[in-house]
Each structure stands twice: as C-alpha cells, then as structure tokens.
C-alpha cells in the first residue's frame, strides 16, 4: 500500500485559489502531482494562476451563491471526471469586513449574515456538492480553513471567529458521517499567516504582539498551511479524520501573561 505524500492524479478543488495561501496550496498540490481548479471570486487572478500551473482549470466563483458553487463542482466533473480533494480555504476577508467586524454589541447584522454566508453556509455547500461525488467514488479528502481565531475569546473579529467555529463542527459531522464511506474530513487552524492580505493592514504594534506570543522564531508562511493541506490530502494521513490541526507556532497554546512572563525571566 502506497501511504505516500504522492497526490499523482487526484483532482483538487482550492476555493479562495487565487489568495495568498490559496496559491501557495495550488503550487503545492500541483507538484505533488494533483490537477488543480483554482476557484475564487477574483476570475483574473485564478485565470493567471491556472495559466502558470501545468494542469489546472480557473472557475470564478463567490461563495455566497449556491447556483455558482454548483456550476463550480459540474465544471470540475466535466474537465477532469472526478473529484479526491476539497480544500475549503476562501473566506471573507477584506479591509472594510475585518475593520468592522468588532464585539457583538457593535456587530451589524448584516456584516454577520455577510460573513456566515461566505465562510460557514459557503464552506457548507462546497462540501455537501464534494460529498456526493466522493461517495460514489467510495474515496475523497475534506480539509476545511478554520482559524486560530475559532479556539479563544478575543476582543476583535466575533463574526468572523464564529464562522469559522462553526466549521470546526461541520467538520467532525462529515467525518463521522463519511468515514465508514472513506472520505476523510479534517481543518487546518492557521495563525497569523504572511500573506499580502493578513500583513498589509497589520500595524507593527500588534504584529509585534503576535511575535511576542508566538513560540515559534517566525510568523507562518503560506507555505506552512499548504504543506499542512498537502499532507492531509495524501493517503500519509489516512488514519487522521475529523481533526483540528493548528498551525500557528503555538501562539494558542501558552499560558496567559507568556510574552510577559518571557520578558520578566529573561529580565532577571
Ligand atoms: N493569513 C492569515 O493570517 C490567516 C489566519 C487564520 C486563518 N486564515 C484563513 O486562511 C484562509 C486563506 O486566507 P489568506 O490569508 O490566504 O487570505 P487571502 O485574502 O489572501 O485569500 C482569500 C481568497 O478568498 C477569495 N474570496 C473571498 N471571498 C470569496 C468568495 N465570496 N467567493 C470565493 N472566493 C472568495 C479572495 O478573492 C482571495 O483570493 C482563509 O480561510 C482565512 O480565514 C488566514
């Protein structure tokens, strides 16, 4: 039995493809061998990145429409006839959502129904369209993007926090219901991350706060979440089902007061 890295003829769908950890997953993906569709609502940038990927297909896509999630799966059976991996990793993510995205006392309830209906309703209907084909191939990987975020109360981000909790549970429903039919569900909780995205608006107060409570020397690089969605997707992780892995060189695991505590011992 091959229980390899090898992605050799699988077909993977990325959703947010074309984004920083997206693309960095497509790469990845590619040269371990899978066909790539590169799905995202920005149709130019998913069109340049499939362009430069050997064997790979673009559909433009939002999330927040069932009629396009369902043209994005019929569009990958027509080009490739079969579907192994579904890597759920768009969500909600502009400037103007995660400045306005505070407390529930101050949060609109349209910035919530926004933000549910890309990152929870969306990673949900990709995987109710993935499910059906995979369970007639008798085989598929789910690796759905949470967060960090999902784990830990925080001053900022509810909605986007709580959309992505609530995928940590879509995901053990999946795997206890598909197991049994060999698709496998697992989520990946990226931390900070170095993306254009996640850096560009981050003043350097708050990502030294981060550095701080990370025990890692670095802050994430897409390529740590791709590695992470790689590995999932393989046959490597057959045992590994309706699991939270997190990726977030242990920013989440620490004590409360570790950056400050760090500072007062390396103090004397
Ligand atoms: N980068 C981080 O620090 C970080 C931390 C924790 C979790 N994450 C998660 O990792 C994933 C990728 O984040 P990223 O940092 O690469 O962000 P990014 O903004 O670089 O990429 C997100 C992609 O999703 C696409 N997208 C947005 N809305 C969409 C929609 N309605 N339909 C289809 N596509 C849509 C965007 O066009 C973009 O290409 C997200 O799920 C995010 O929540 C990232």
Known sequence: MDMGLSLKGRVAIVT????????????LLTERGAKVVVADLDGER?????????DA?????????EAE????FSKTLDAYGRLDILDNNAALLGADVVQADHDIANMTTELWDRTFAVNT??????CRNALKIMEKQGSGAIINTASNL???????????????AAVLQMTRSIAASHGKRGIRCNSVLPGLTGTKAALADLP?????????ETLT??????????ETVAFLASDAARSITGQMIVVDGGTSVHVPGFARFTEMIAGG
């Open 16 to 27: 947010g493809g074309a984004g920083g950890i997206g693309s960095a997953t497509c790469r």
């Open 46 to 54: 998913a069109a340049a990145l499939a362009a430069d990927l050997p």
């Open 57 to 65: 297909l673009a559909v433009k896509v939002d999330l927040a429409s």
């Open 69 to 72: 999630i369902e043209n994005l």
């Open 121 to 126: 309703r969306g990673t949900m209907l990709c």
């Open 150 to 164: 999902a784990l830990q109360g925080h001053v900022i981000q509810a909605a986007y926090s709580a959309s992505k």
């Open 204 to 212: 350097p107060r708050l990502r030294q706060i981060v550095e701080e």
């Open 217 to 226: 020397p670095y802050v994430g690089d897409p390529m740590d979440i791709a």
